[in-house]
Structure formats: C-alpha cells, structure tokens
C-alpha cells in the first residue's frame, strides 16, 4: 500500500480539502498489472473530461504519468485509485479563481474474487435505493457517492456479489460499482446514462470492441423487464473485467459465454 | 483557526476516510459567540438524526461537548463546523461492522458580511442547476454537496449574494446555503423538503416560533410564482441568522421587517 498526495509521500490530506468538504473532486479506479497501469491514456482522457465537467483544472498527463509511476514502483500488480479534488479553498460553496486541484493516489493490493465470478458468474441483488435524476453530474466518477452507499447496505449475503441499481423512472443504469450490458440475439444494450449512473471506461470499451465480436450495440433507456428478457447479463469495471450475472431475484440464467468472450478483449486490448 | 480530530488537534485526515473518498458523512455548521456553541442541544439532535438516516453511529453528546470546548477555548467568537464520517474501511462501498465515525471540528473566524445584508436584504440569482429527488437523502446534512457547488459557480457577481435552487420539478426548495420563508399575508411558507434539500436548524426553530409572532406556518411544494408573490422572502442558516431578499430577476421587493422580526427572535431562543 502506498499513497502519494501531490507527489509526496503520505496518508494524510488536510481537512480544508474540498474533497472532503463537499465530495468535490473525481476519481479513477485502475489496474495495475506487472508494473503496467492498464488503459491509462483512455483513464486520463475521462478524468480530464469528468474534471472540466465540475470546473476542476485537470492535472497534467505527464505530472500524472510520473507520479503513478512512483506510486506503484513497490507494487507491480495492484489497483491503483486516483483522485483529483477541488483543492482546497475558503470556507463555503464558492470556488477561488486559481485554487490548486489535489492529487491523490492510493495503490492497493488487488481484491481476490472467487474464481467462481469468473467461471459460473454471480448472483445480484435488486437495489431499493434508486439513483436521482441528475444530468449535469450524470457519467461522471465524482465523489459524491451517498446513493451507491445506501444501496450497498442494502444487503449482507455473501453469496450475493453486487447490486443493481434502477433510477426513479424505474430504469435499469448500472451495478452499485459496475456498468452492464445486455444481450439480446446478436445485439448488446447498456443503459442510456444522461440522467444519472457512471459512464464507465470498461462500458466505453466494450461499446467500441463489440463490432469485432460480431454484436450491434444499444445504448437505450432499459425497463426492468428488459433484463428478465435479456439471453445473457454481464458487469463490467476496469477491477474485475466482465462477469457474467447468474441469478437476480427469481431470475436464473443458464451461463452464457458473453463474460469470457468479452475479457479475453478486455484483457487483450489495454492501452 | 483550531481543528480537532478524534480530539487530537491536527488538520490531517487520512486519505482512507470514507468521508474523501465517498462523501459519506454529514455535517453541523453552528455558530459560537461569547464561547458559548449556540442551540447545541438541537445541532446535536439533529446531527444524530442525519447519522441514523444513513446509518453511521453518532458520537456521543459527550464526547463531542467535551471536544467542542477544547476546539472553541482559543476562539470564543467563531464558525465552528463539525463533521461526522463514517471513518475507515476496506476498498469499496461496503460498510463493515464496528466502523470507528472520524469526529472532525473545525473552528473558524466568523465570516463579516456587509451591514446592507441586515439592512436592506440581499439580491439572489435564480440558478439553473436544480436539486435532482431524492428522497433517502431529502432534508440530511451530507457531505455529497456538489450540486450545491454547481449552482455556486454560476455568478461571480459580488452584488448578489445567494442563489435560489429549485428542483428537478421547478418547486423551489432553498438557497444553496439557506432555507427559506416566504411571508404571504399572515402566513409563513416554508419549501416541502421531502424530495430534496436540506432540513436546517434554524428553518426548524422559525417553525417553532412563527405562532409567536403571530403567523401560522404552511409547509408545501412551492412553485417559483409563489415566491414572485410572496409579500416578503427570507433566508437562514445558523451563520446569517435571516436575510431579507430585495431582489430576485425581474423582481424587487420594497423593505420588509420579516427577518429583523425573525432575527431578534432567532438571537433571544438560543439554547
């Protein structure tokens, strides 16, 4: 475990950071493989999008890049989260003309999910607490993240991995941690996020791999019943790749192969 | 400037705390003048119903008195923020059992607005960004205020002083640092924040007060035309006590003695 802030070496922010003030920054999850911080041109590209979406000064690539490469040089494989934050400021709301974004990167060892995620695929639970309609924050990872907390308490089973999270419309948009797709005959719908979810980087590749795999893609508004209907189910983040979902309330899906066939993209594809 | 945390006096957190890395915590803004932390029975009341909704375990009243006086002792005229997050945990937004809540009080100097606020009132923008419904977080202090940031960053014109947020629906719901009164004959009216907003404590005490100075109070969805008709408009916080509004858009209100009636009030019932 290592964390830099601002290039330094520490665990330790001041608390006049508005990222812990108001929960005003973003963030990237990432994976680290063999010294290799995968998709990293793809990660930086939404972090800078999601920054300038809130009116934060993204960090440059390049003071990133070298920062990263410190922050990870004792943990080759590893999941590395990256912050930006509004820096910090006067007490209140208003934001200083030059106030100076936090960098923030946390290296972590990377979870140990069940090889049975990966083979038979998992069970998910049906999220009461919905995601608000939101459009001016919708797709961007901020740190504004009470909605996926209360949905995530939702639940204790161990048996159950994630949970799947509806808008107040009554309309599918993601897992708690997670992106999905559907796939019905030879096409592949994820939900349509311009009221509220995370437009995820694994959701955006899979949307431009999918062509090489022989599948159209969707991006709609999608009903509850459209993923009972649904041939196959699969979750995806940049940590665990794809899984395939298996069971969600009385629904139970015999196992498809959408999960592998899309990791072995996944995992060949980084850049 | 004193900051405590956990009772030990440092302006460090780390960088693990729920608080940074989710926004998963509330708040309490409170005033302290002559050393004496004003209506701090009804913070506390309040900050334990704001953990209990989002299922942190408060600290006890003990504890945090105990604190306060020790952040406070230097500064017997002060801003003093206390923060409640729900601490450390493993990655995710799973929350594991017997989390440790992080205190944090952070004393500050008592912010000098303009005599003229008291006087005249103050001129409000209407801001574009609306309060997206939620419910399960309708009326709690939390730590998740970017829309709040949002709506702050659209003026920079140091005439106006507060924004007025409507939500989703265009009911207006508060100012992004205030609730809000509107005084129609004998009747005060006060947004209904079950969908959105945040429940202050004094919004709470002028409720109380209202029959006492001889008005009944109506809590309900109030569309932005109710304000343009509104005989007075008044905001509050525990910081500003109330501002008369003199200006909103096209509208300017001639002087009202609302919130120096409501302001003597708010300054005697301190308890």
């Known amino acids: 475990m290592m964390t ?49 979406a809130i009116g934060i000064e993204c960090p440059s690539r390049e003071i990133l890049t070298e920062e990263i490469s410190e922050a990870i040089k004792e943990t080759p494989d590893c999941v590395l989260k990256a912050i930006v934050t509004r820096g910090e400021g006067q007490r209140g709301y208003a934001v200083q003309q030059g106030a100076m974004p936090t960098r923030i990167l946390i290296a972590s060892p990377i979870p140990q999910y069940p090889s049975s995620h990966y083979s038979e695929g998992i069970r998910l639970h049906l999220c009461k607490t919905r995601l608000a309609l939101q459009p001016s924050l919708a797709g961007i990872k901020h740190l504004n993240r009470l909605e996926n907390i209360l949905a995530r308490q939702e639940w204790s089973d161990p048996e159950i991995t994630e949970g799947l999270m509806l808008d107040m419309k009554g309309n599918v948009i993601e897992g708690t941690m997670s992106n999905l797709f559907l796939l019905q005959g030879d096409t592949l719908y994820t939900p349509d996020l311009g009221d509220c979810g995370v437009a995820g980087m694994q959701r955006a590749r899979i949307m431009e791999m999918a062509g090489r795999l022989g599948m159209a893609v969707k991006v709609e508004k999608l009903a509850l019943a459209r993923v009972y209907a649904a041939d196959e189910m699969v979750l995806c983040n940049s940590v665990i790749g794809a899984w395939q979902v298996r069971e969600l309330a009385e629904k139970i899906w015999s196992t498809g192969g959408l999960a592998m066939r899309l990791r072995s993209f996944l995992d060949d594809d980084g850049y």
Chains 1, 2 share one sequence.
């Open 4 to 52: 830099l802030i601002n290039g330094l070496q520490t665990e330790h922010i001041r608390v006049f950071d508005r990222g812990l003030l108001y929960g005003d920054g973003v963030f990237r999850t990432m994976l680290v493989k063999a010294g290799r911080l995968l998709c990293w041109q793809r990660h930086y590209e939404k972090l800078r999008g999601d920054c300038a």
